[in-house]
């Protein structure tokens, strides 16, 4: 038989003709663990759904600080999907289609700057966001950062003057930290902190919508908010712990620096969050915690965004430890591997423990 080096490959011989050849194909289906289950989501739907739930938070902000809150959003939201719509076009040198997500990347990402900021900043920080952080690691689903959380960062390492006017900018807020004034303030409405921050009782309003539509759960929110309510109570240094100022005080610290924006729609990123039940418990305390230390001993205004980023890089590693268990099984056997070699999580039935001659067995241990 008479052939070339690309013929020979394709009748599955080798360029000798002695040795087969076995093509590698590229995997068609992508296998996962039972019971699987047909649903009416889609990316479409759960982006355009989160962007209606921001939207009360959005108006309140417009309402508050007027036609310069309004340009920000709507120059980042249009920044954002036109950059992604030229990327795309240009790289797949076709019509790219509408997922909604860069249109809340945009969102997201005005509603953390501060209102102090030019109009111009939010649809720059947005190209930043989706060329940089989302795009140039292939789009949606690979990036490894919040792209809002990262263009905020852009931001405030780009126009730092402005941040801290911001992190100053809570003059309107009436009473202490220790006062309840202040936190009826904060949870129906003031002027100053994060954009979108300016009524807590509009982002719980749209978090409540997303949490019966089963498109967020409250593993992450809820370790968030509570580590951040349990270590700034704890470390409020008044000496009095169960006072009434110091749980007051602890609750103002929740309720400001961008928290409950952050951890209610910034955290709950699927992409940029554990898969796991506890995972995602960690993975939100461990954003409470480090949002603590960053504004104990940092910037007040920022300790939210930079602690979700620091902790965005974890998700691997909680990804690794805490896999998925296979329906019907108890619990996973971690085998460990060779040297050089990752290691493998197989179901218990598989590798199972194997006792030595020594060891007894009871009946219960038996079955």
Same mark, same amino acid.
């Given at each position: 038989m008479t052939a070339n080096n690309d013929d020979a490959l394709e009748i599955g011989v080798s360029e000798s003709g002695s040795v087969p050849v076995t093509?590698?194909?590229?995997?068609?289906?992508?296998?996962?663990?039972?019971?699987?289950?047909?649903?009416?989501?889609t990316v479409q739907r759960i982006m355009l759904v989160t962007c209606a739930a921001l939207l009360p938070?959005?108006?309140?902000?417009?309402?508050?600080?007027?036609?310069?809150?309004?340009?920000?959003?709507?120059?980042?939201?249009?920044?954002?999907?036109?950059?992604e719509w030229l990327i795309v076009a240009l790289r797949d040198r076709s019509l790219p289609s509408f997922d909604g997500s860069s249109c809340l990347t945009g969102l997201l990402l005005a509603l953390s700057l501060p209102p102090s900021l030019p109009f111009w900043a939010a649809p720059l920080a947005a190209v930043f966001a989706i060329a940089v952080v989302k795009m140039a690691f292939g789009g949606l689903g690979r990036n490894f950062l919040n792209p809002a959380l990262a263009g905020r960062a852009f931001c405030a390492f780009t126009f730092p003057a402005f941040f801290m006017t911001a992190a100053a900018g809570s003059a309107r807020i009436a009473g202490g930290p220790g006062s309840s004034d202040t936190v009826v303030n904060l949870f129906v409405g003031y002027a100053g902190g994060w954009l979108g921050s300016s009524s807590v009782a509009a982002l719980l309003l749209g978090a409540g919508a997303l949490w019966i539509l089963?498109?967020?759960?409250?593993?992450?929110?809820?370790?968030?908010l509570g580590c951040t309510f349990l270590l700034s109570w704890a470390t409020s240094g008044t000496g009095q712990l169960f006072t009434a100022s110091a749980l007051l005080a602890a609750l103002?610290?929740?309720?400001?620096?961008?928290?409950?924006?952050?951890?209610?729609?910034?955290?709950?990123?699927?992409? &940029?969050? *554990?898969?796991?039940? @506890?995972s995602r418990l960690?993975?939100?305390? %461990?954003?409470?915690?480090?949002? +603590? =230390?960053?504004?104990?001993?940092?910037?007040?205004?920022?300790?939210?965004?930079?602690?979700?980023?620091?902790?965005?890089? &974890?998700? *691997?590693?909680?990804? @690794?430890?805490?896999?998925?268990?296979?329906? %019907?099984?108890?619990?996973?056997? +971690? =085998?460990?591997?060779?040297?050089?070699?990752?290691?493998?999580?197989?179901?218990?039935?598989?590798?199972?423990?194997?006792?030595d001659e020594e060891e007894s067995m009871t009946p219960a241990e038996e079955l």
């Open positions: 093509p590698i194909a590229a995997p068609v289906l992508t296998v996962s663990f039972p019971p699987h289950s047909r649903t009416v989501e938070a959005a108006g309140f902000s417009v309402a508050l600080y007027g036609i310069s809150a309004l340009a920000s959003i709507a120059g980042a939201v249009i920044a954002a999907a036109a950059t089963r498109i967020i759960d409250g593993a992450v929110p809820l370790s968030f103002t610290m929740v309720l400001t620096g961008g928290i409950p924006l952050v951890s209610l729609f910034m955290a709950t990123d699927p992409v &940029t969050s *554990p898969g796991t039940r @506890r960690l993975f939100g305390a %461990g954003c409470g915690a480090l949002a +603590v =230390a960053f504004r104990k001993f940092g910037n007040a205004n920022d300790g939210a965004m930079h602690a979700v980023l620091l902790m965005n890089l &974890t998700v *691997p590693f909680f990804d @690794r430890c805490f896999k998925q268990v296979p329906f %019907g099984g108890r619990h996973r056997f +971690v =085998a460990r591997a060779p040297a050089g070699q990752p290691f493998e999580t197989i179901p218990e039935h598989v590798a199972r423990h194997e006792p």
